[in-house]
């Protein structure tokens, strides 16, 4: 079955810093994939997304590609801000849909001035 | 995009009893999920509800524990039948306007 593999939080970074959250993922086919944000205290949001190999989702400075090769879709961001302090959530879905999401465990993201 | 409420935020409820999460969505919307949070853990996909019919059931999860209607385009309900210790969790509805899926703020859910 499809699963998604995140690295482990927490990641403790100061303002300004470099992210990168790794992402790989398994699945059969050519699933769409998703970087979901949990702010404190509230809902999960829809960060990014890329629906086939090499096309690059971005959104509020955050980047990710979407590498069939080594079937992973890393997040980063170039500068991050204590605002970006949340948890992030790798997601794929079965191509073509955003229905019947599979999750990563999420990394927690601490962003320190 | 779609705007969703849930009721109740949180609750902290008594082993053997029972909880209806309520979800409402602003837009008339033809699927609609429920995902559950464990603490530390991500989210997994409990069921489809379906308007006018039953739910369908991920792997692990049964209509007796986890029954759901879903009367409407805009509302479903999620019932946590005769709680446990173990389902103390986030409980998480979402619709899906595709391409994108849109959660709602999640049930806080704490059993004694």
């Known amino acids: 079955g499809n699963s998604v593999t995140q690295m482990e939080g927490p990641v403790t970074l100061s303002e300004e810093a470099f992210l990168t959250i790794n992402c790989t993922y398994t699945?059969?086919?050519?699933?769409?994939l998703f970087w979901y944000v949990q702010y404190p205290g509230e809902g999960l949001q829809l960060l990014l997304k890329?629906?086939?190999?090499?096309d690059k989702g971005s959104n509020k400075g955050f980047e990710a590609t979407y590498r069939k090769e080594t079937t992973s879709f890393h997040l980063e961001k170039g500068s991050v801000q204590v605002s970006d302090s949340a948890v992030y959530f790798c997601?794929?879905?079965?191509?073509?849909?955003?229905?019947?999401?599979?999750f990563g465990t999420g990394t927690r993201l601490q962003v320190t001035l | 995009s779609a705007v969703i409420s849930q009721k109740p935020s949180r609750d902290i409820c008594q082993r053997g009893t029972s909880l209806t999460i309520q979800c409402q969505v602003d837009?008339?919307?033809?699927?609609m999920f429920w995902y559950r949070q464990q603490p530390g853990q991500s989210l997994t996909l409990i069921a489809t509800?379906?308007?006018?019919?039953?739910?369908?059931?991920e792997s692990g999860f049964v209509i007796d524990k986890f029954p759901i209607s879903r009367p409407n385009l805009t509302f479903s309900t999620l019932t946590v039948s005769n709680m446990s210790p173990e389902d103390s969790s986030i409980y998480l509805c979402?619709?899906?306007?595709?391409?994108?899926?849109?959660f709602g703020p999640g049930t806080r859910l704490t059993v004694l």
């Open positions: 509800a379906n308007q006018g019919s039953e739910a369908t059931y």
């Open positions: 890329a629906t086939k190999a090499d």
């Open positions: 699945a059969t086919g050519y699933p769409s």
């Open positions: 979402s619709v899906l306007e595709a391409p994108e899926q849109f």
């Open positions: 997601a794929l879905s079965e191509a073509g849909t955003a229905s019947k999401l599979t």
């Open positions: 837009s008339q919307v033809t699927m």
